[in-house]
T-cell receptor
Framework: NAGVTQTPKFQVLKTGQSMTLQCAQDMNHEYMSWYRQDPGMGLRLIHYSVGAGITDQGEVPNGYNVSRSTTEDFPLRLLSAAPSQTSVYFC?????????????FGEGSRLTVL | AQSVSQHNHHVILSEAASLELGCNYSYGGTVNLFWYVQYPGQHLQLLLKYFSGDPLVKGIKGFEAEFIKSKFSFNLRKPSVQWSDTAEYFCAVKGNNRLAFGKGNQVVVIP
């Protein structure tokens, strides 16, 4: 079972460049989300989705876009990268928004914006 | 929205010492409570969770946590830590369909 798969694991960007972080899960989970992890800040929710075609903003959505065309995939787009977006990004999924079940996390994507 | 507080962000202790990490939250309604662990260079993994029933929850690797509703707390404990417990620990609280994480406790166990 692959679980939650994120690519790439590492990426270096220049300010203003765009890129997409990929996230795929094979557990048929309705709920998917993106977090960023920064030292001393814990995990902060960027965007989430409760099902295909449905997305919503989290705590820190500015500078990021998401879409959910299929149940399996939930890509995170940075349209114009800024140094403040240097972080480790985690994709996570759960059975459903209303589910009390645990979140399953991907391995993380470390992004550096120069 | 609920908030989650974890104190003593950095904890250093020797092997065989006891560990207790505090977690307090602000939401007054029904909550689901979680502790996640992140070993160096790895992703977050579930350590234990509380949904209902016995407020003393036992998780993997000898960890346990106690839900005290009156104190809005869900503290994590381990009687005797090992070097392999070096990790960052995150408390998370799900209430009103929103999940909030604490800022984490960085725990270093010295052999």
């Amino acid at each position: 079972n692959a679980g939650v798969t994120q690519t790439p694991k590492f990426q270096v960007l220049k300010t203003g460049q765009s890129m997409t972080l990929q996230c795929a899960q094979d557990m048929n989970h309705e709920y998917m989300s993106w977090y960023r992890q920064d030292p001393g800040m814990g995990l902060r929710l960027i965007h989430y989705s409760v099902g295909a075609g449905i997305t919503d903003q989290g705590e820190v959505p500015n500078g990021y876009n998401v879409s959910r065309s299929t149940t399996e995939d939930f890509p995170l787009r940075l349209l114009s990268a800024a140094p403040s977006q240097t972080s480790v990004y985690f994709c996570a999924s759960r059975v459903g928004q209303l589910s009390a079940g645990e979140l399953f996390f991907g391995e993380g994507s470390r992004l550096t914006v120069l | 929205a609920q908030s989650v507080s974890q104190h003593n962000h950095h904890v250093i202790l020797s092997e065989a010492a006891s560990l207790e990490l505090g977690c307090n939250y602000s939401y007054g309604g029904t909550v689901n409570l979680f502790w996640y662990v992140q070993y160096p260079g790895q992703h977050l993994q579930l350590l234990l969770k509380y949904f209902s029933g016995d407020p003393l929850v036992k998780g993997i690797k000898g960890f346990e946590a106690e839900f005290i509703k009156s104190k809005f707390s869900f503290n994590l404990r381990k009687p005797s830590v090992q070097w392999s417990d070096t990790a960052e620990y995150f408390c998370a609280v799900k209430g009103n369909n929103r999940l909030a994480f604490g800022k984490g406790n960085q725990v270093v166990v010295i052999p």
